[in-house]
Structure formats: C-alpha cells, structure tokens
C-alpha cells in the first residue's frame, strides 16, 4: 500500500509563493511518475504538473506554466511543487498522485493513489 501526504499549503497574498511537498512511502517511489492536480469548490479537479519518474520530463497546465515548478527527490521518496506570482484563482485544494506507470499523467484516472489534499489559499 502507498500513502502520499501532502503539506506546505497555507494563506497567502497574490504574488506570493509557496512550496508544496508530497512524501510517499515504499520502495517504489522512483517507479513511478508524479502529479499534481487541484479542485477549486465548485470545480473538476484539473491537472496542475506532472513529473516523469527520473524526473527528466515535466509538463504543466498553461494556466501555470513560467509560475509554477514540479520537481522530485528519489532519495527522500518526495515531490515537490513551487508555486510562484500566485493568483487567487490558484486557490485549491491540491492533491499530489503517482502514475499507474513510470510516465507523467495529465488525467487523474491514469493515477492509482492520491494524497489528502492541502489547501492552498491565495487572497486578493
């Protein structure tokens, strides 16, 4: 069984920034590519950025493209995303996912295990 928490979520003004991170247990975390999507109330949950097992191929939504940044540790079995020049239409929940293979997902039905979510707030 895989658990992936997430954490770094919180309050913050536009223009800011913040760093999410998503630690996952087991010994097969560098298997697997990594994603990030997010769910606004009232919303689908969307696909934020994704990651490639090696970490060598990175995609991100065009709404955070240039602002956001996805990145992994295979040593601390980790993902992370930095999100920079925050908007308050980034507010969400966001929810870190591994791939069913080693490629990075743009569709949540191509994950197998999701995290809790954090919340990300993003004031006007």
């Known amino acids: 069984q895989v658990q992936l928490v997430e954490s770094g979520g919180g309050l913050v003004q536009a223009g800011g920034s913040l760093s999410l991170s998503c630690a996952a247990s087991g010994r097969t975390f560098s298997s697997y590519g990594m994603n990030w999507f997010r769910q606004a109330p009232g919303k689908e949950r969307t696909f934020v950025a994704a990651?490639?097992?090696?970490?060598?191929?990175?995609y991100y939504a065009d709404s955070v493209k240039d602002r956001f940044t996805i990145s992994r540790d295979n040593a601390k079995n980790s993902v992370y995303l930095q999100m920079n020049s925050l908007k308050p239409e980034d507010t969400a929940v966001y929810y870190c996912?591994?791939?069913?293979?080693?490629?990075?997902?743009?569709?949540?039905?191509?994950?197998?295990?999701w995290g809790q979510g954090t919340q990300v707030t993003v004031s006007s």
């Open positions: 996912a591994r791939s069913s293979d080693r490629g990075p997902k743009r569709v949540w039905s191509e994950c197998d295990y």
């Open positions: 990651i490639s097992w090696s970490g060598s191929s990175t």
